[in-house]
């Protein structure tokens, strides 16, 4: 008997076994689809990790449905990474499958309803309902559920189905369809009879009465004479200024053929530039450290202030990596610095650079994925966001992981819960390549790795070109208020430096780390805040949709008119957001053109490059953004910042938030002053003697690292314990109060170490749901794997509870 051990793109923490035949035993390969039954009806596409003869003892092996590939579309370091992830981030197996791969690559099981064909049917005997499915059979083959849901208008059509199957007039069918749809491009050509000399009279003589047939087949000569390459409908009809109508009769008429090619959706053009990249001598000391370092040690940190020109060091280092052969793999925190960083990097390497982030579809990721896996020389440098790491490379031999300590390398949900920068490491350790991290305001785990002497470290203190650092001015918020000095949310310091920048022609980024226009409306009245009616937070007002939004789950109402706990028509906003900074800038500085980058302005596929490309072409004078603007962005024009308030990342409940508000503002202030001018950054605070808010001033990284690790080690967290956090949730807070008790007296009588909690966190439910968390933290000599097998039987004994199996679990590890 033959056997493979499969992968479900479900959360489930084993493989299952499926049984094939012999045959199938010698063509099957790990890293294949295959199409299985799984449940009493459904169908999933399992991913092979392992071929065998050993029988399942404790069930009956289902046989498998259909093989989906010809050959392997995972690798097997892949599936290795994989298991690594799921063990390490405590999480189901086929959490990473799901998360790796493009749901392209996933087919559905979607049922499919049909007519059974020898079935006798008295129509007088069917209901209503029953009628209108039976009739709609007769007129196609099958429906889908959905279809049928429209055809009766309700959402419940099970009883319906279930009474036609008892009478024997429909049979259900599970169908996988595969999502991928190559796309095809429509082209043109001349009719052959049409190729000759005489074929070309004949032709004008057809078209003598069609003028606008004519313009369009002289469109076709023209472009045919200047470029000899195929000819496609969209570019005949741009250049003739005609409809395509047009050409559809020329085909009708024989005039033209039509016929299609299978065209790639991500563009790769992109050509070469022959300049030679020169580096400055700072840069090319740190160049010639980084190859010397990576000899010896597997990752190596390029601690580089800001605008001191990372990026060069990095395509220098490209370039070599690419001479051999190798694959490289650049990770970027966010999806708005990608666009910046393509356009760069494909001046350098033409079309070898492709893209791989969640704003391209489905079918353009499935593109990126084979090209990667077939180590095409279009896929040699792969730039995405944290989603890029579970690509099937073949021959990975340089990772880049750009602005290390962004949080948003770390997944919060769904499961995997992975940190890419750590988890790439392991990539890299698996593939034997290397890892080059890189940033102005490292992490303190990451710093603290290159001071005992794990990581390698490379520093560059100065600005590409010798440009000083921007000069930072604080501003006393209480002291400005007291004075009657502010406009708004302006100081008059910030009003004339924005007056003075725009005055000589240059741009200004204003820094608000919160959207909307104002997170909190009161009423003056009775003190009442509308708040969210699925979670304890106060819904935040969007002043141009005119409504009030939770930022949780998304619930919305109209702006109220009058409190809806008194009914007083004195209401008030308090707090501020991106969009009151934007409309009080009009007021303001009425000529200057503004521009807002938020989650709200950024929704679409090309929302990021629209709002980059606008200000990089000096449309847009005054950029108002949260921290999508911190990272990275280079902008020339740019000699003065503006942090509206610093104080509202500073006083988080986070042990971060230090360090987080440190490398925020210090990247913010990075964006001012990058060709020859020194910058300006104006720090808008209520506590300027803050010691954090000293250490921006002074550009004193080593001073901020040295205070946040005294204070780690005494409250015993990261680097000198590792953290484990389970968040526990359910609808009835008095059972989930229950529950999370019996898992933390578990915990704190089986672990010798410190477990903290259960406690509520500041916004303690979200979308109806309660929420308690427990923190373990676990000192850096106790081994992890051993930690991590006592709490996972912790966790399954809380599972197996009967009262506590409807709390939902989740677990987090290096919880950042």
Not at 185 to 203: P, Q, T
Not at 675 to 701: A, D, F, L, R, W
Request: hydrophobic share 40%; charged share 25%; with cysteine.
């Amino acid at each position: 008997m033959f056997f493979v051990e499969v992968v479900l793109p479900l959360s489930l923490a084993k493989t299952f076994t499926y049984r094939i035949s012999e045959a199938e035993f010698y063509f099957i390969k790990k890293g294949m689809r295959v199409a299985v039954p799984f449940g009493k009806s459904k169908m999933y596409t399992a991913l092979v990790i392992d071929i065998h003869q050993n029988k399942p003892n404790l069930y009956e092996a289902k046989e498998i449905h259909q093989i989906l590939d010809e050959k392997p579309i995972a690798t097997e370091t892949q599936i290795k990474h994989w298991v690594w992830v799921a063990n390490y981030y405590m999480c189901g197996i086929g959490d990473v499958y799901r998360g790796a791969f493009p749901s392209g690559l996933l087919l559905e099981s979607e049922t499919i309803i049909s007519h059974k064909a020898d079935a006798a049917v008295n129509p007088d005997e069917l209901s209503d309902e029953e009628f209108l499915i039976y009739e709609a059979l007769q007129q196609q083959s099958s429906l889908k559920v959905l279809e049928i849901i429209s055809i009766l208008n309700k959402k419940n059509i099970l009883p319906v189905l279930q009474k036609l199957i008892a009478k024997d007039i429909i049979v259900l069918e599970e169908e996988i369809k595969e999502n991928y749809k190559p796309k095809l491009v429509r082209y043109v050509r001349l009719h052959s009879k049409y190729e000759s000399d005489s074929g070309l009279n004949e032709l004008l003589e057809v078209l003598k009465n069609a003028s606008k047939q004519k313009e369009i087949v002289l469109a076709y000569f023209q472009i045919s004479a200047s470029e000899k390459k195929p000819i496609t409908v969209k570019k005949l009809v741009e250049v003739s200024n005609s409809t395509s109508a047009i050409v559809k009769a020329l085909i009708e008429k024989e005039v033209f053929e039509e016929y299609y090619l299978q065209h790639d959706r991500v563009s790769f053009d992109g050509k070469a530039s022959k300049k030679r990249l020169l580096l400055s001598q700072a840069q090319q000391t740190a160049f010639e450290e980084i190859k010397n370092i990576l000899l010896e040690k597997e990752v190596c940190l390029l601690h580089g202030v800001t605008s001191s020109g990372k990026t060069e060091i990095y395509i220098k280092l490209i370039e070599e990596y690419l001479e051999t052969g190798k694959q490289v793999l650049y990770l970027l925190p966010e999806i708005a610095l990608t666009t910046q960083l393509v356009s760069r990097l494909r001046l350098h390497f033409g079309d070898k650079v492709a893209v791989f982030h969640s704003k391209y579809s489905n079918n353009e990721r499935v593109e990126v994925w084979k090209r990667t896996l077939e180590n095409s020389h279009k896929a040699q440098i792969i730039i995405g966001t944290r989603t890029a790491l579970f690509l099937p490379f073949n021959n990975l031999g340089l990772l880049i992981v750009d602005e290390e300590h962004e949080q948003t390398f770390k997944q919060t949900d769904p499961a995997p819960r992975y940190h890419a920068r750590d988890a790439a490491i392991v990539l890299a350790n698996f593939h034997s390549a290397k890892v080059l991290l890189g940033s102005a305001t490292p992490s303190i785990e990451t710093y603290f790795n290159t001071q005992i002497g794990k990581f390698g470290l490379v520093a560059i203190t100065e600005r590409y070109n010798n440009v000083r650092m921007p000069e930072v001015v604080l501003v006393d918020l209480k002291d400005k208020h007291f004075r009657k000095r502010m406009t708004g949310h302006f100081s008059d310091l910030l009003i004339e430096e924005i007056a003075e920048a725009l005055s000589l022609g240059e741009q200004v980024i204003l820094f608000q780390n919160r959207r909307g226009y104002s997170p909190v409306i009161e009423c003056l009245t009775c003190g009442h805040v509308p708040h969210c009616q699925q979670c304890n937070v106060s819904l935040t007002y969007h002043k141009h949709k005119n409504h009030l939004r939770c930022h949780y789950c998304g619930y919305s109402i109209a702006k109220p008119t009058h409190c809806h706990s008194c009914s007083s028509i004195d209401l008030t906003t308090k707090g501020f957001g991106t969009e009151q900074i934007e409309q009080e800038l009009m007021l303001l500085f009425p000529k200057a053109k503004t521009g807002r980058m938020d989650q709200d302005t950024t929704r679409g596929k090309f929302g990021f490059e629209k709002i980059i490309d606008a200000f990089k072409n000096r449309e847009i004078d005054i950029l108002v953004g949260t921290q999508m603007l911190a990272k990275g962005l280079d902008f020339d024009n740019v000699n003065l910042v503006g942090i509206m308030n610093a104080d509202n990342m500073l006083y988080h409940p986070d042990f971060r938030a230090f360090e987080r508000s440190f490398q925020m503002m210090t990247q913010v202030a990075g964006r001012a002053g990058r060709s020859e001018k020194q910058g300006k950054v104006v720090i808008q605070t209520y506590n300027p003697n803050h010691n954090t808010i000293q250490q921006v001033t002074m550009h004193n990284y080593a001073g901020m690292y040295k205070e946040q690790l005294y204070d780690r080690q005494i409250y015993k967290y990261p680097p000198y314990f590792r953290i484990i956090k389970l968040t526990l949730k359910h609808r009835d807070f008095d059972k989930l109060k229950e529950g999370t008790m019996w898992m933390y007296q578990v915990l704190s009588q089986n672990l010798n170490i410190p477990v903290l909690g259960p406690e509520e966190p500041a916004i303690n439910r979200i979308r109806n749901e309660y929420i308690r968390t427990i923190l373990i933290k676990i000192p850096q000599n106790i081994p992890l794997v051993v930690t991590k097998k006592t709490i996972q039987k912790m966790l399954n004994s809380f599972e197996s509870v009967a009262q506590y199996r409807a709390i939902k679990l989740i677990v987090n590890v290096d919880f950042y």
